[in-house]
């Protein structure tokens, strides 16, 4: 059922590693014995977009991501990222995004990256079982409460989305407002840790965000349709597990870090729990980790 999801999630892995050489057609197809005209049919199908077209903006994702962070000239960044010049780099990046690399170097602004694809993951489809935490890994989850500086929240809420997927299938029903379009302009956008999920409360119900945290001074452009929230410094408290394994163990440290997180007792450390600030949930298996990051207050007495 899941053959070609599989097969095509080759053909995106295999690109993801030699972007800088931009793989063909030809060469994809031959990997995967099939004919050139059947993969690229199965990977527009299946992404919604031509190979080439993919190849293509994963490059000036990367480009621009470095003309954001780096010190690398324009000359460099084009030159790095498989571009035959800067004049070619310069003309592809005007056409995915309406501004020149030299204008969005002095002036970044959100514009829609185009982020890897995922369209096969055995794990959340329930083909594969993942791998059991021994008791051992499960002491790993750490609880410590720390103080979150004032920050800007940029994103969507969503008081009707139950959770994550729940969240997206809605947006998906909100034209410019899906998964793919959000996250590229979210990843464009510096932030404090990347793009992250949560939860908030509104009239005594909870809902769904998602988006990112930015310093309080932040005073760039907010992408159409999302919002910027001032979020005063606040008490959370954080329970997270360290880099693991993605494939191996996410359900298994989601699972005990969300179990954890839901049923600790801030009263027992002098806390009760502030539903005026938003929970937020960080995942970034390799790098990061997972935590669950749920805002408290001092215990009224």
């Known amino acids: ?63 621009a991501l470095e003309l954001r962070d780096s010190e690398k000239s324009i000359g460099e960044v084009a030159i790095d990222n498989g571009f035959s010049s800067q004049a070619a780099f310069s003309r592809s990046f005007k056409k995915a995004y309406l501004v020149t690399p030299k204008e969005y170097r002095l002036s970044p602004r959100p514009i829609p990256l ?39 929240f940029i994103g969507i809420r969503n008081i009707q989305a139950e959770g994550y997927f729940h969240f997206w299938e809605l947006q998906e029903n909100t034209p410019g407002m899906d998964c793919h379009t959000v996250t590229g302009l979210l990843e464009s956008i510096p932030s404090l840790h ?17 988006g990112i945290e930015v310093p309080a001074d932040y005073s760039g452009e907010v992408p159409e349709g999302m919002e910027c929230i001032h979020v005063p410094e606040s008490e959370y408290v954080v329970f997270y597990y360290p880099p693991y394994v993605y494939e ?25 729990w502030n539903y005026e600030r938003p929970i937020y949930q960080r995942s970034d298996p390799e790098n990061y980790g997972y935590a669950v990051c749920r805002p408290v207050k001092p215990l009224q007495k």
């Open 114 to 152: 185009l982020l890897k694809r995922i369209v096969f993951d055995p794990y959340i489809l329930g083909i594969k079982r993942r791998q059991n935490l021994s008791e051992r890994e499960l002491e790993k989850v750490e609880v410590r409460i720390e103080k979150s500086p004032a920050h800007l």
């Open 194 to 210: 990347g793009q992250i999920g949560g939860w908030y409360f509104e009239n005594g119900k909870r809902g769904y965000l998602y």
């Open 1 to 63: 059922m899941y053959e070609w999801h599989e097969k095509v999630q080759r053909i995106i892995e295999l690109i993801e590693l030699n972007l800088e050489e931009s793989p063909s057609l030809s060469e994809v197809s031959e990997r995967l014995f099939y004919s050139p005209f059947y993969c690229t049919k199965k990977f527009h199908a299946l992404t919604g977009m031509r190979l080439r077209d993919y190849v293509r903006l994963r490059k000036i994702c990367k480009a």
């Open 248 to 272: 191996e163990n996410n359900c298994e440290v989601m699972s005990s870090v969300n179990e954890l997180a839901w049923g600790w007792n801030p009263a027992d450390y002098g806390y009760e």
